[in-house]
């Protein structure tokens, strides 16, 4: 075989490897990677290298490699674009976390978010109760949304990720 093409084989099924690890341990908190995810990234790297390029460990190997991933990462954003079946296998849906003033605790317990971590959301979208939220949604890329029932404020991105010292739970 062409250790070229093989080169091309390898890190497909490593590109394909990672999206699936990823969409099984759901990682909505990527906007905001912590030191944990970053070392997590690091080590990974590090790990599917070889298992990409082989033993070919010459500049053009390593090019051949990277080539693939652009190339493969812009097809399936296209693929993702196009069609509606792959797009809605492939990523992650928004989540309501409170309507009308409503928490959804199922929610809230199924995402690992404290009712500490969505006040902290409302209190940077100027808001104090959750009386006075009309809606408030985990979006696809870790941001929380807020709209309060005045209606308002200003639009403001909040991201979410997990508290680290505490495990307390929604009240």
């Given at each position: 075989m062409n250790p070229y093409l093989d080169i091309v084989l390898r890190s497909i099924a490593v590109y394909f490897f990672m999206i699936i690890a990823l969409r099984i341990f759901g990682k909505k908190e990527l906007s905001q990677l912590n030191t944990a995810d970053i070392i997590?990234?690091?080590?990974?790297?590090?790990?599917?290298?070889?298992?990409?390029?082989?033993?070919?460990?010459?500049?053009?190997?390593?090019?051949?490699?990277?080539?693939?991933?652009?190339?493969?990462?812009?097809?399936?954003?296209?693929?993702?674009?196009?069609y509606k079946p792959f797009s809605d296998f492939m990523l992650e849906k928004p989540e309501i976390l409170i309507h009308d003033g409503n928490l959804d605790f199922k929610k809230l317990s199924k995402l690992n978010i404290t009712s500490e971590e969505l006040k902290e959301a409302m209190r940077e979208h100027g808001v104090e109760f959750y009386k006075d939220v009309k809606l408030a949604m985990l979006e696809i890329d870790g941001n929380i949304s807020i709209i309060s029932i005045s209606g308002k404020e200003t639009l403001r991105q909040t991201h979410y990720r997990r508290l680290k010292k505490s495990k307390k739970t929604i009240r």
């Amino acid at each position: 075989m062409n250790p070229y093409l093989d080169i091309v084989l390898r890190s497909i099924a490593v590109y394909f490897f990672m999206i699936i690890a990823l969409r099984i341990f759901g990682k909505k908190e990527l906007s905001q990677l912590n030191t944990a995810d970053i070392i997590l990234i690091l080590l990974i790297s590090n790990s599917v290298q070889n298992a990409m390029v082989g033993s070919d460990t010459s500049l053009w190997g390593g090019l051949t490699a990277a080539a693939v991933l652009f190339a493969f990462n812009f097809i399936l954003k296209k693929l993702l674009y196009t069609y509606k079946p792959f797009s809605d296998f492939m990523l992650e849906k928004p989540e309501i976390l409170i309507h009308d003033g409503n928490l959804d605790f199922k929610k809230l317990s199924k995402l690992n978010i404290t009712s500490e971590e969505l006040k902290e959301a409302m209190r940077e979208h100027g808001v104090e109760f959750y009386k006075d939220v009309k809606l408030a949604m985990l979006e696809i890329d870790g941001n929380i949304s807020i709209i309060s029932i005045s209606g308002k404020e200003t639009l403001r991105q909040t991201h979410y990720r997990r508290l680290k010292k505490s495990k307390k739970t929604i009240r």
